[in-house]
């Protein structure tokens, strides 16, 4: 090639990238194009034309023109780390690791190579491996932009967040870079430092106020610090960034619903429902619950984002690879349970009577229990703890150091008390550390998790005619499904003055969270109001806002605000004492109480509509294990009729509450000792069936 010609090719080729530089990526091909029509032997065309595929993510073309520059000239250092770019890219790990590999002895002292096999090990599942490249980065090159914040993101998935923070702090100080605002923000949120970390998101959106995902971040801050008006504005913000953002809407319609802001709820609802139609990953399913929805559109929300962790958790679980051991046939069974409820929680409180039994039952070899939750000092942590065998917090732990936990204790049976609950870990088990892994209790519904085997039911919450809707082999309890606590105190209430109850008239109660009280349910509890003279409806106090829009609906139905009544939220004894006043407790739907064992173990009727879905159907299965099935209306209608009754007549409400009284005494609804036979059979049988080598199937 003479000069004139080595002249114009170099003249082009920085034309292509300065063309590359600006992102003007189409113009840059078509250039690069011609080059390696007039230069097929020229590598530095091959790889720029490979970057420019790349950019323009056409991945395979990309892969195969670096390849051939690479081929051209071994020694290329930019084409071995732009190669294996694109083949992290296309999920080709592996073959990126290696890649990065053979660049390395190509520029010794350039960090690019190691930062690029850090990233290479770190899809791979290989933390510490990526860890090691990434710390070989920053020793050759102090200040690479990228591998000081790899570093610390690798630190925080290994269940470091301290040296995750210093070493993002320190990058930062050097460049107060947007993602490095960005994970710190997920460090400090890693240690429940929400406050610090609202700030650190708020410093990523000054830098750049156009990205939404500074201001769904900021959204979720100020949802844990309880700022829910805030939380709604973020979220706003995040779809007008970011229409498509599934996510955000998601979060935004369940704070509308825990602010009782109901004007935009329809609209918005639909739109959540057609983006699961759609197969959007990123709704979380227990936002749904409280939606007006078919069980179909549940399985299908869960199992989308199921999918997504499952992609996700693959190359780990290849890496871990935690193959359970045998178990001979007649051995003891070994349990374990996760839960973010171990503590003075709905969880903790429903499952401690019936862990104390398991704990001295026979074919119950260990029983661990894992807590996702910090110690809040509570008497039920302590009971709780005293009835494992081993009590594991794993709180701030990394999946794969919990799942490993698990594993090494041979645990054969394990529960999700969680499943897509707050706080669940659903990447614990998709790492499948246990042979038999089980869905129960706190999530009401199919998990859709290919990793989970089993969902605990019962007959009434899940009926045969809806079981096409879900995912999991059914074990059905010959009994409600939900555990109880049979020990409960109750401390005698203030009395109704006191509490801002009237003297007289009949007390409906509905102490459900707030985001369950929708516009329909709250319209059905109005309409029993207005139809039985001088009573009232007693809520749980939802803030002052939430308050305020509730009175001014109430008004706007033609009912006194007046006779709304909230309660403030106090120690558990204190909260059942305070059914002692109630008369009748209205539920909600679609999503119903799930305590409701609480308002009937104080001595109050519950009255509810089963639906279709699991979460409108526990109020139902409490009521029919008592034998009251009268208060499981069939529609609206009966459930306002019935509460109309009752309300109008002192004597049946008398009658209905001394019934309750009978048959809490007689029932085995909370008696424990023949619940966990029950729920020890069902263990038993799944037991047998994996021993056996045979696979999940239906129970019971």
């Known amino acids: 090639m003479n000069n004139a010609s080595t002249t114009a090719l170099n003249k082009a080729l920085q034309t292509v990238t300065e063309l590359l530089v600006q992102q003007r990526v189409s113009e840059a091909e078509h250039q690069v194009v011609q080059l390696r029509i007039a230069w097929p032997k020229n590598a530095e065309v091959a790889r720029l034309h490979g970057l420019a595929l790349l950019m323009a993510d056409r991945i395979e073309p990309a892969c195969s023109a670096l390849s051939t520059a690479i081929a051209l000239d071994p020694a290329n250092f930019e084409a071995h780390c732009n190669l294996g770019s694109a083949l992290l890219t296309c999920g080709e790990a592996a073959k990126a690791a290696q890649t990065f590999t053979e660049a390395l002895p190509l520029a010794p002292t350039q960090a690019a190579a190691w930062n690029g096999l850090g990233n290479a090990r770190h899809a791979m599942g290989d933390l510490l491996g990526a860890g090691e490249a990434y710390h070989a980065a920053i020793k050759v090159e102090p200040d690479h932009p990228g591998a000081q914040i790899n570093l610390a993101a690798v630190e925080l998935a290994l269940g470091q967040p301290e040296a995750a923070e210093q070493h993002t702090r320190q990058a930062l100080a050097r460049r107060p870079h947007p993602q490095g605002w960005l994970l710190l923000g997920h460090i400090l949120a890693a240690q429940d430092r929400y406050a610090q970390a609202l700030d650190a998101y708020n410093e990523g959106a000054r830098l750049v106020p156009s990205d939404p995902q500074f201001t769904y971040q ?156 910090p110690d809040d000092g509570s008497e039920l942590r302590s009971r709780l703890q005293a009835a494992a065998s081993i009590f594991q917090q794993t709180h701030g732990l990394p999946a794969p150091t919990i799942a490993q936990h698990i594993h090494d204790d041979q645990i054969e049976i394990l529960l999700d008390l969680d499943g897509w609950c707050a706080g669940g870990r659903p990447e614990v088990f998709a790492l499948r550390p246990a042979p038999i892994q089980v869905n129960w209790l706190a999530y009401p519904g199919t998990s859709s998790m290919p990793w989970i085997n089993y969902l605990i039911a019962d007959h009434f919450v899940l009926p045969t005619q809806e079981r096409a809707h879900y995912s999991e082999s059914i074990a059905w309890l010959p009994r409600c499904y939900q555990p109880n606590d049979p020990s409960r105190t109750i401390t005698p209430p203030p009395s109704r003055s006191a509490l801002g109850l009237p003297k007289q008239g009949t007390v409906f109660v509905c102490f459900n ?50 006779r709304l009544v909230f309660a403030q939220q106090r120690p558990h004894a204190e909260y059942l004492g305070l059914f002692r006043h109630a008369d009748l407790f209205l539920d909600s739907h679609p999503y119903n109480a799930h305590t409701t064992s609480d308002a009937l173990w104080a001595g109050c009727p519950v009255l509810t509509c089963p639906g279709h879905n699991f979460a409108s159907r526990v109020a139902g299965s409490l009521n029919q294990q008592l034998g009251l099935d009268a208060l499981n209306a069939t529609d609206d209608a009966a459930f306002i009729r019935t509460a109309t009754d009752l309300g109008n007549h002192p004597e049946a409400l008398q009658t209905l509450r001394q019934q309750l009284q009978q048959s809490r005494d007689h029932s085995e609804l909370f008696n424990m000792q023949a619940y966990t036979r029950d729920f020890v059979a069902v263990l038993k049988n799944m037991a047998i069936r994996q021993r056996q080598g045979l696979p999940p199937a239906d129970l019971g």
């Open 218 to 373: 900021q959204g979720l801050m100020a949802e844990e610090l309880g700022l829910l008006d805030k939380a709604a504005s973020a979220y706003r913000r995040t779809l007008r960034l970011n229409p498509p953002d599934d996510a955000a809407l998601g979060q935004l319609v369940f704070v509308e619903r825990q602010r009782c802001a109901w004007n935009d709820l329809p609209a918005l609802s639909e739109r959540l429902q057609q983006a699961i139609r759609h197969r959007s990953p990123g709704i979380s399913p227990f936002v749904l619950l409280a939606e007006e929805v078919s069980p179909a559109l549940l399985c299908r929300c869960a199992a989308t984002r199921a999918a997504q962790i499952e992609a996700g958790s693959h190359n780990l679980r290849e890496r871990l690879g935690l193959t359970p051991l045998p178990v001979a046939r007649d051995a003891p069974m070994r349990i374990g349970l996760v839960a973010n409820g171990f503590h003075q929680h709905a969880t903790g409180v429903l499952t401690v009577a019936l862990l104390e039994a398991l704990s001295a039952h026979p074919d119950i070899e260990l029983l661990a229990l894992y807590a996702s939750s």
């Open 513 to 562: 969270a707030r985001f369950k009280i929708n516009p329909a349910s709250f319209e059905r509890m109005l309409a029993v109001l207005r139809a039985t003279p001088g009573s009232v409806l007693w809520l749980l106090d939802p803030g002052t806002d939430a308050q305020n829009r509730l009175r001014h609906y109430t008004t706007t139905h033609g009912i006194e605000a007046s």
